[in-house]
T-cell receptor
Framework: GAVVSQHPSWVICKSGTSVKIECRSL??????MFWYRQFPKQSLMLMAT?????????EQGVEKDKFLINHASLTLSTLTVTSAHPEDSSFYIC??????????FGPGTRLTVT | AQTVTQSQPEMSVQEAETVTLSCTYD???????LFWYKQPPSRQMILVIR??????QNATENRFSVNFQKAAKSFSLKISDSQLGDAAMYFC?????????????FGKGITLSVRP
């Protein structure tokens, strides 16, 4: 299968600061990438759909000014959590769609806000 | 809107035995894609198996197979010869073929434990 990388795998930041998470499709071009949030023992919650060269589409209830998504190229999407607070602590997963039949996931990023 | 239901939160299987994980979905579309993903303790999502709705033949990948019942809107996963490495959370997912940014709809997941 195809490979999607995510960096960093774990980040700790202080309340009020911003943190950027990178998602890369390593061996294919992805016009569409997705960002999810996951709490322990729960399903993946879609935050937004990212398209190369255009604005991301956010799911209802997701603050677009807090979770900035940029899909700068066909292999890179970034999620920036701005002015992070402890309640933003979570596991964030990116995913890249190669075709409708193929969607590959990054290994996830554990964010801890102190 | 499509929904995916995994009604069993947890299941357990003896090593080398067979287990079936159930999944039902609701849709008004006639063509779509169905998936089973595995999430082990590492939390890396891994595609286990996929099925296109227009294909009547059930998909099979080594020890993993599905029982796709389109009329009943059921998509169960059978794991044969269960191994300790199969212990994970399993998610059933649905995707519509329509729309440029068609997203995956996930079920709540089921935690599978494997007894040695």
């Amino acid at each position: 299968g195809a490979v999607v990388s995510q960096h960093p795998s774990w980040v700790i930041c202080k309340s009020g600061t911003s943190v950027k998470i990178e998602c890369r499709s390593l061996d294919f071009q992805a016009t569409t990438m997705f960002w999810y949030r996951q709490f322990p023992k729960q399903s993946l919650m879609l935050m937004a759909t990212s398209n190369e060269g255009s604005k991301a589409t956010y799911e209802q209830g997701v603050e677009k000014d807090k979770f900035l998504i940029n899909h700068a190229s066909l292999t890179l999407s970034t999620l920036t959590v701005t002015s992070a607070h402890p309640e933003d602590s979570s596991f964030y997963i990116c995913s890249a769609m190669r075709t409708r039949y193929e969607q590959y996931f990054g290994p996830g990023t554990r964010l801890t806000v102190t | 809107a499509q929904t995916v239901t995994q009604s069993q939160p947890e299941m357990s299987v003896q090593e080398a035995e067979t287990v079936t994980l159930s999944c039902t979905y609701d849709t008004s579309e006639s063509d779509y894609y169905l998936f089973w993903y595995k999430q082990p303790p590492s939390r890396q999502m891994i595609l286990v198996i996929r099925q296109e709705a227009y294909k009547q033949q059930n998909a099979t990948e080594n020890r993993f197979s599905v029982n796709f019942q389109k009329a009943a809107k059921s998509f169960s996963l059978k794991i044969s010869d269960s191994q300790l490495g199969d212990a994970a959370m399993y998610f059933c997912a649905y995707r519509s073929p329509r729309g440029a940014n068609s997203k995956l709809t996930f079920g709540k997941g089921i935690t599978l434990s494997v007894r040695p």
